[in-house]
């Protein structure tokens, strides 16, 4: 895939304190600052997105990462691995997230998040009332509701991205343990 819309050039401040806290610009923050006002407001509610905490910040990884491989978001997958480690999250676990119905490394309440994301990133949905109220017992409303729209946000951004065709960045390239490849339908082995 090749970019499909030109890098906008960012303002030196801008660019610089991305740079000194990703270590690059972010593909996706240059394709937006073509238009600068949405790229701020883009900002602006992707940190809120982050500073919410009802729902355990390890689980709306994984199920970020979940949505970003069911959509096929390279970049929004290599993010949130890095992102992961960050979060001390087991490095083992979180590169098995792309395949995780395969993996024995899940939680039950794990599987059930990883379920979800996916069941709400399929066209139409395919989320369950009896697959929703194990999470609502679990998280309880005020995690629940947050998770569901955590999940919104990361289909938001993972179909955005592959739609400009914004790829990997290498941001896990400093990781030790690669990304596991999401098996194919038909058993052959695709690319993160």
């Known amino acids: 895939m090749t970019l499909r819309v030109p890098k906008a050039e960012l303002d030196a401040e801008l660019r610089d304190n991305l740079i000194r ?62 992102l992961a480690l960050n979060q001390n999250l087991d490095p083992a676990k979180a590169s098995q997230v792309p395949r995780w119905r395969e993996s ?15 069941a709400m990133t399929d066209t139409p949905t395919t989320v369950t009332d009896e697959l929703s109220r194990r999470l609502l017992d679990a998280l309880g409303p005020a995690a629940m509701v947050e998770l569901t729209v955590h999940i919104g946000f990361a289909n938001f951004a993972a179909r955005c991205n592959t739609a400009q065709g914004i790829t990997s960045q290498g941001y896990s390239d400093a990781c030790e343990i690669p990304l596991t490849a999401r098996p194919e339908p038909s058993g052959a082995a695709s690319t993160a």
């Open 21 to 82: 806290q990703l270590g690059a610009v972010p593909e996706p923050v240059e394709v937006l600052w073509n238009h600068p006002e949405l790229a701020l407001a883009n900002q602006e509610f992707s940190a809120r997105v982050g500073q919410w905490d009802k729902a355990d910040a390890g689980l709306k990884t994984f199920a970020h990462m979940a949505v970003a491989a069911r959509v096929g978001c390279g970049w929004c997958l290599d993010v949130n691995y890095f």
């Open 104 to 118: 024995e490394v899940f939680t039950p309440l794990e599987r059930d998040v990883l379920e979800y994301a996916e």
